[in-house]
């Protein structure tokens, strides 16, 4: 680990209760004990010194691990002159995949050479969402509590929270590597961050224009109203779910709603899904029969595994992972 002050480095990996330490004690890096260093090469350097230095700056090529996350420093610190400092003699990478905390330590044409060799990039707009969404929802709970109200529920909105925020990225992940082995390692992680993330933007503002157009009352309309408390961490849903419905601005509404069920779709039913059936039926009847198939399959499931027929447990899988389709095309009268 490395930062301004200093670098520390154990192959054995750190001590996390001495990395804690740090943490609670707002102490730098070069202030961890050497005596919780084990491996064999481990040291800790403070940028005191010009070795200290070159320490810190050249950690993240030196240093073999199963994953690197550049979290901070300086806009394209690798780059196409330097990148293959992150090689091993042998020419393999130092570490198998690069998860982009920070969105432009990694030049882009740095980022292609590594993914020739084999390095699975994550980059910015994938590795960088669960911080969007959480700011989100800190902006939820700002227009519907009283600080007073929040402070009551703050504990239990953060794990919460910390749950949809795991959900969200293990759905990213998901459809990530599941695209790129289904092109056969063609299309790379970073092409499909980026097309996923155009994906989901244009459908969430055509669906944001479309509720603005509407303009449908969420208190009356329960597939809106259910998918918004949906949204909402359970206590906040639970307590104060009338005021989400009826006192949260509505643009603000029709924004989360249509970012939620954007998200949703691509995540579940993948890129390309929805594209050709907007062109053939009007957006309007796409995502309410998407919904309602969606709920539909839910239950279909649940009868499913309660059934106890054979293998049960495999048709209620093959009902969630192709029965939003199959029942949402034969809604729209598509086949």
């Known amino acids: 680990m490395t930062d301004g002050h200093g670098a520390i480095f154990d192959p054995e990996g750190l001590d996390h209760v001495e990395l804690l330490r740090l943490i609670s004690e707002v102490k730098r890096t070069s202030d961890f004990n050497p005596a919780k260093l084990r491996g064999k090469g481990a040291f800790v350097r403070s940028t005191d010194t010009p070795e200290g230095i070159r320490a810190r700056d050249d950690l993240h090529n030196s240093a073999e691990a199963d994953l690197f996350i550049p979290a901070g420093g300086r806009p394209d610190t690798m780059h196409e002159k330097n990148w293959n400092r992150f090689l091993k003699p042998n020419g393999d990478p130092s570490a198998k995949a690069i998860i982009e905390g920070a ?34 929802y800190e902006i939820l709970a700002g227009l519907a509590l009283t600080d007073e109200e929040f402070m009551e529920i703050k504990d239990q909105y953060v794990i919460e929270l910390l749950d949809i925020l795991r959900d969200r990225a293990r759905s990213e992940a998901r459809i990530l590597l599941r695209e790129h082995k289904l092109s056969a390692g063609t299309l790379t992680i970073t092409d499909l961050s980026y097309r996923l993330s155009r994906a989901i933007n244009a459908l969430s503002d055509t669906i944001s224009a479309m509720l603005t157009a509407e303009a449908p009352d969420l208190a009356s309309d329960e597939d809106l109203k259910d998918l918004l408390l949906a949204y909402c961490p359970r206590i906040l849903a639970e307590r104060y779910g009338d005021r989400v419905v009826n006192r949260i601005p509505r643009s603000h509404q029709f924004a989360l709603l249509a970012a939620y069920i954007s998200s949703r779709i691509l995540y579940k039913e993948g890129l390309g899904w929805v594209e050709p059936l907007i062109k053939v039926r009007t957006l309007h009847q796409v995502i309410r029969a998407y919904l309602t198939q969606e709920k539909r399959v839910v239950l279909l499931a649940r009868e499913v595994r309660d059934s106890g027929i054979p293998d049960a447990e495999v048709v209620a899988l093959i009902l969630e992972r192709a029965g939003r389709k199959a029942l949402t095309v034969q809604e729209l009268g598509l086949e």
């Open 103 to 136: 969105n432009i330590f990694i030049s882009a044409g740095a980022r292609s050479r590594l993914e020739e060799r084999g390095v699975l990039c994550v980059p910015g707009p994938s590795a960088n969402k669960t911080g969007v969404i959480c700011s989100s």
